[in-house]
């Protein structure tokens, strides 16, 4: 949908075996933004057309592969 400029977007990330204290890094049009344990990102200097993407890095010792890239929300 269309944003108009200024607006804040909410994204969040929904992690499955990201284990008791993931992390992750936060891209907007490839450029990181966050990078930490928040597991959601609110951004206000968005265009139409830009692309939003988080990594996740598990600290489970199960989790196989410990590193999930989403795809790309744009």
Do not use: K, R
Request: proline content about 5%; aromatic content about 8%; hydrophobic content about 30%.
């Amino acid at each position: 949908s269309a944003i108009c400029p200024g607006d804040t977007m909410h994204f969040y990330a929904a992690p499955t075996n990201g284990g008791s204290a993931p992390t992750y890094t936060w891209y907007v049009d490839g450029t990181q933004v966050q990078s930490g344990s928040a597991d959601s990102l609110a951004y206000h200097n968005l265009n139409n057309g830009s692309l939003v993407q988080v990594v996740m890095n598990s600290n489970s010792s199960c989790a196989s592969p410990t590193i999930d890239t989403a795809s790309e929300i744009g």
